[in-house]
């Protein structure tokens, strides 16, 4: 059952539904949270043909208790004056009414179906006189109220209310001493509060037609005994057990002697885990949410889960936006289908002015659409005016640099590091650029073009955008393509096509030959007899530089991790690679939960949502091309190398010092690591290295070694190496001088 319609089970009689806002600073998105969730029970209520008010309420009474930096110079002075009676910041009416005009619009735009109301005119106008007299005829009540909850001694000469000084205007910093029944005493003291400096003026008053003000947790009491509200929730930092909340409904219940209306707690949006909060500086504003998603995903936003439920919501950099849009689409399916449930139910109410059927194609695609030229007409045709605009906006403010493109008017620099095999492909692409496509035809062409080259389509596609808008991904390529002028394309194809490689390694072609350098590396016989399958790739690339890190290198970090979002640790488990490692440390006897193989822990960190660390930018690169193929890559400092080194089982008592450790770790009988003539320089074939020969920054010269086993054949180990050579190559430079296949 849609939460709403369980909060409303079994009401009876007239509901007044209350909610209100102090209007003292911006509109953060988590402030509209209050009127859709209150508003939603309207409509609920309404829809029953139930009778029902909604209030929300502007509490401009309160006094100006802080401001936000850029109004501290100028409105300073007006701290501790009522928010009513305070200038606006742009000359335009009060403080107050600055800050209400904007909630206002907001209100307006998410069709909140309020009467709104200022909490200054119920006092001006008199409605809260009576309230006011019976607060102040029965403080000691209301005292005792406070040391129930708080728990601590309430002085006997307080009062629950405070007056605008007559001398200096000033509310914050005023104290009543006495009441007669007619007029208060008090003063308007120096260091009351912290944030508002009084007069010292002392004399008498009244209290009433908006001289006076109850403290707000009163005043919410007062409210609602003034005008039989029904239902009020409030946020978790006012319904917090001994909160502000309870503290109001405690007075209603045992000092007015009335029932509060129906509670419930609404939870937070949260920014990185802490409570937005527009004055801080986290999270988004109102109208920047707007904005980006329209009132129909705000409302949504809002209501699609429980209010008790916090939410986390950071836009920044991330495909939050595209994700609401989706939610918002499958929600709509329900609706549109007719199914009974809070799908159906969530959509509906997130509706203004009339329900509308959301566009087919997905946010996410429509980001790509208007970043393309010559879309515009599309975009018309379908009618996607609208959440087009929401895509421009995310695409300029929120997007991560990984999903924001432009075509290249000069062949992009990345277009030169692509393979002769990705050249051929863009070769054989110009020559069907003639034909009359539509977009989804070309796109399955191309893919077909792949397929006869051998080529994978990450490989293939990666070769399109990088040759038009330097990137290794973007949008469907047959769209990009049809998006541009037909010359413009063939053109910048064949210069790519044309282009001689002089950063490729010399890295053997075909037919895979045997290692055959013994002074150099080999594989014990008995552990090849154990595990014929075994294979180990080597490399020594000399003359490179590593560096901390690399920017297009991270770039290319970040890319991989969106192309690889969707990865859980169960589809990870299903790699036949990494069942490999898995059924090989299974027979050497290790745990692979507790010492899991290296393309497995990387991934499984991707998987977890932890990110990557940086190393160098040898490391990172080489870590790339691990995780793409899953398959293992090792690198060592070469000059810590004593030759010859060789795969084999350990002998008793030999030790190692791994990387991250204070101590010396000792082999086990059946493990299997790669040793040099001073000791092993790995463990359990790829789970960890030494310490002893690992890459620094000071590294010059580099020792490369490709785990295979099982599934990992010799073919892959050479594909690996050679791939992980040139990704080293690209970001360390240096040359090959050994490479091979044992």
């Known amino acids: 059952m849609f939460w709403a319609d369980k909060l409303l089970e079994n009401r009876k009689g007239k509901e007044i539904i209350n909610d209100s806002w102090t209007p003292s ?27 029902v008010e909604f209030m929300y309420g502007f509490d401009d009474a309160d006094p100006i208790d802080g401001l936000p930096p850029e109004l501290v110079e100028s409105h300073s002075k007006y701290l501790g004056v009522p928010i009513y009676i305070a200038p606006s910041p742009d000359g335009k009416g009060s403080f107050g009414d600055y800050f209400s005009n904007k909630m206002k619009k907001l209100l307006d735009e998410l069709e909140i179906e309020a009467k709104l109301y200022k909490t200054s005119n119920f006092y001006r106008e008199g409605k809260f006189n009576e309230a006011i007299k019976f607060v102040l005829d029965h403080a000691e009540e209301i005292r005792k109220v406070y040391e129930d909850i708080y728990k601590k001694e309430v002085k006997k000469d307080w009062y629950p209310l405070q007056v605008i000084c007559p001398n200096c205007g000033k509310l914050g910093a005023t104290k009543i001493t006495a009441w007669d029944g007619k007029e208060v005493s008090f003063c308007c ?87 937005m909060s527009s004055s801080k500086g986290i999270g988004m504003t109102g109208e920047d949410l707007l904005e980006v998603s329209g009132p129909q995903r705000t409302r949504f936003l809002m209501i699609k889960s429980p209010p008790n439920e916090a939410i986390e919501f950071n836009p920044y950099g991330t495909d939050v936006i595209p994700k609401l849009f989706d939610e918002y689409q499958e929600y709509a399916q329900h609706f ?3 199914k009974q449930d809070d799908y159906a139910r969530v959509f509906e109410l997130s509706q203004v002015d009339s329900v509308k059927m959301p566009p087919k194609v997905r946010f996410s695609v429509l980001a790509q659409w208007v970043q393309m030229p010559n879309m515009e007409q599309k975009i018309k045709e379908e009618r996607l005016e609208e959440w087009a605009q929401y895509a421009r906006v995310w695409v ?24 002769e095999k990705q050249k051929e492909y863009i070769e054989k692409a110009v020559e069907i650029l003639d034909g009359q496509w539509q977009a989804e035809e070309l796109q399955k062409e191309l893919y077909e073009i792949a397929k006869n080259l051998d080529l994978s389509s990450g490989e293939a596609f990666s070769a399109v955008y990088l040759s038009l808008i330097g990137k290794n991904h973007g949008p469907k390529a047959g769209a990009l393509i049809l998006s541009l002028d037909k010359d413009f394309v063939k053109k910048r194809f064949q210069e790519v096509s044309g282009l001689k490689n002089d950063k490729d390694p010399e890295c053997p072609e075909g037919l895979i030959e045997a290692l055959n350098r013994p002074e150099i590396f080999t594989i014990n016989p008995k552990l090849k007899e154990k595990f014929p399958s075994i294979s180990v790739g080597i490399a020594i690339i000399k003359g490179v530089r590593i560096e901390k890190e690399d920017k297009s290198l991270e770039e290319e970090k970040k890319e991989l991790l969106l192309s690889l979002e969707s990865l859980t640790t169960e589809e990870l488990g299903e790699y036949s690679e990494i069942k490999s490692y898995r059924k090989l440390y299974k027979e050497m006897g290790v745990d692979w939960h507790s010492r899991r193989p290296s393309p497995e822990a990387l991934l499984r960190r991707i998987a977890l949502k932890k990110g990557l660390y940086t190393v160098n930018t040898c490391v990172d690169a ?121």
């Open 25 to 51: 600073g911006i509109v953060h998105m988590g402030s509209l949270k209050g009127p859709v969730i209150h508003d939603v029970l309207y409509k609920v209520l309404k829809k029953q043909g139930k009778e």
């Open 189 to 275: 003291e120096e260091n009351l509060v912290k944030w508002a400096k009084g007069c010292g003026y002392c004399g008498k008053i009244s209290p009433f037609d908006g001289l006076g003000k109850m403290p707000w947790k009163v005043e919410w009491a007062a409210k609602w005994w003034t005008f039989n509200m029904t239902i009020e929730g409030a946020g978790k930092d006012h319904a917090s057990a001994g909160g502000s909340y309870d503290v109001a409904r405690k007075i209603y219940r045992d000092v007015f002697k009335k029932e509060p209306p129906l509670k419930f707690a609404y939870e937070h949006f949260l920014s990185h885990g802490k409570k």
């Open 336 to 338: 549109f289908e007719k």
């Open 396 to 419: 300029e403010k929120y997007a991560p640099e990984s999903e924001r493109f432009t075509v290249q008017k000069e062949m992009p620099e990345k277009a030169k590091e692509l393979s």
């Open 622 to 742: 080489y870590n790339l091309v691990v995780m793409k193929n899953r398959v293992s890559v090792g690198a060592f400092d070469l000059d810590k190398i004593a030759f010859p080194t060789v795969l084999r089982f350990p002998q008793e008592g030999e030790e190692i010092l791994l990387l991250g450790e204070h101590g010396p770790t000792k082999y086990k009988e059946g493990e299997i690591a790669y040793f040099d003539k001073n000791g092993g320089y790995n463990i359990d074939f790829n789970y960890r290295d030494s310490q002893r020969t690992a890459v620094q920054l000071d590294t010059k010269n580099l020792y490369i070694n490709v785990d295979g086993v099982y599934d990992i054949t010799p073919d892959k180990v050479e594909e690996v190496l050679k791939e992980a050579c040139e990704k080293i190559i690209q970001y360390c430079g240096g040359k090959i001088e050994l490479f091979g296949v044992e």
